[in-house]
């Protein structure tokens, strides 16, 4: 995938620094320190790090060929240059010169201050992270850690749902702080859960604070220990209130029809434009700040959002790909509903990771 | 300071992307969503970010002036360009065009996606973030988040050491978890903690596993729920060992040193020098990978490692900087060792923010 993407730009190398995602995935190598990866259209990869990383890296990283800067000559460089990523971004340029590299790619978010200096010495073109588009289909072994994720969310559910619906005098904090609680025993670590009530509830990142109004909105995104992430959205209406229930109605309705379509080969622009249509079919419309005002889905991963988004733009689902449906309705005068769940997009269908009760008044 | 580093580069705005410390110091808003944070010359400021986050950002972020993309024609340019970011860069492009924007300054870490689009339209120069700068001295409220998760560690700890102590089969993992957890029920969030032990501790950032052998070092670094963090290292000598016992009391000898240098007006550079002097007047030599492979100590705030770096490089420490100071030694037949504390810069000296007993054998 990596040499295809070097080749499709007429380039010599890809190069991504550390600090995200896709540096991980590639490397299988955790460090604070500044790291780059450089992969050639011969198939050659590259880690090059810290001296004081190096033997770590020889034992944990998937990389085989690593090299550290004082290998590569730091220490001579940083006493002419004395700015350690000037010396950095020098061992970079010497490395790709002995590639013999004309033209070198770069990911979308490659740092501007090492984008410049390869621009100096080479043709330097930026493109989608190739990795970003491998990580989008989950091999078996990610997809079994965000199943065991979404169960052990779905084990901790009822007894948040129970606490919620018997002392209506909780405050969303304290709800907040119990869920992550439950899920920090098992292992998961949870933050910015949003757990918001009111009208407030209208802003669908809002987190909440206070007493529990007529509803509660529980969206919780935890990550294991290894990086991998889960993400649960319920809409518990506490107090009888027409408005909340016809919306969650209608999203749970929405949602349903996602279910019905998610599966190999279908665009996810369809899948988005159909829960938008059934939305609507239940007299929910969408206008600049409030209706449905976000997009259907994500991917779940070594990220909470990644690859593939389920919104306005084309993108063909694939077998293994991990994602979350989340309609929501959102209204300034009366608050916002969400359900979510994580779905595993299969040949035939989808599986809901998350299997839990949705229409919870 | 942002403006002065627009004036110093002849520049008219400084541009910054989200998804790192300094867009949250700078503009006190976090979202998932990608957003940009503008200053101009004239002290003008824009925060500009997806509709979704519109309110919710007029109700939390210091920026004064903020505009969603879609008030700024996203629909129209999606439909026409089918891509999402290259939408935002549009959007970018033509506010800085409004603005009579001749000369662009962006940080190091600017996305080059982004950057290579400004540069279509205008000159641009990456700089050292100001606000990188503006981190390193912390004010009160900052100084209090830290000085509180330093006493939480100390709080811990002597649990901590004192299970160690009276439970030689325990393995690393198990004191992870006691330790981790017992910051956790204290507000803090702990990940990566190292408990390592035997020959590979020799490596600075080997989590542990397994049986403890002769010693365990146990480096903590918990962050608050506001994005604060705390670093902390002991390494405690379970069985007698003569070679490792020499090696902490070094380390500690020159963690002294370094607190007695610590004050205002002080280089960083010539603290390191110190330490690295007292470490070797032990007979502790430093080569290649063995010996004292890492630098003194770093700044900590919304990162755990953030400026000041106390090492190699020239740096004038200032009141209110908090820094850790953490001698260590390494050497692959031995193991490792390291002591860490947090200490505040101040004008005649330096405290100390995690006051805990050094000597553990």
Sequence with gaps: MVIEAIKEKGADFFVMQSGNANFFYATKFRSSSMMFYIAGIDGTELLILPEMELRRSLRESRVKEIASYEMLGYEEKIKE???????????????????????????????????????????????????????????????????????????????IIKIVQDNKKLSCEEVKNILENELWVRGLISEDTICSTGKLSADPHEVGSGKIEDHLLIDVFPRNRKGYYADFTRTVIINQNPELKEMLSAVIDAQKVAFRMLKEGVNGKDVHNAVKDELKSHGFETRKDEGFIHSTGHGIGLEVHEEPKIG????????????????????????????????????????????????LA
């Excluded at 501007?112 to 930026?126: D, M, P, R, W």
């Design 81 to 159: 240059l004395k700015n350690p990523k000037m010396a950095i971004a020098e061992i970079l340029v010497q490395i790709l010169k002995e590639g013999r590299a004309r033209k070198v790619v770069i990911p979308n978010d490659f740092p501007s201050f090492f984008a410049f200096i390869l621009q100096k010495n080479f043709e330097v073109e930026v493109i989608d992270n190739p990795f970003t588009k491998l990580r989008a289909v989950k091999n078996s072994w990610e997809i079994a850690e965000i199943r065991e994720n979404c169960q052990k969310i779905i084990q901790v559910f009822p007894k």
């Design 312 to 359: 306005d733009i084309d993108v063909e689902l694939r077998s293994g790909m991990v994602v979350t449906v989340e309609p929501g309705l959102y209204y300034k005068n009366v608050g916002g509903v969400r359900v979510e769940d994580v779905v595993l997009i299969k040949k035939d269908g989808c599986e809901i990771l998350t299997p839990f009760e949705r229409f």
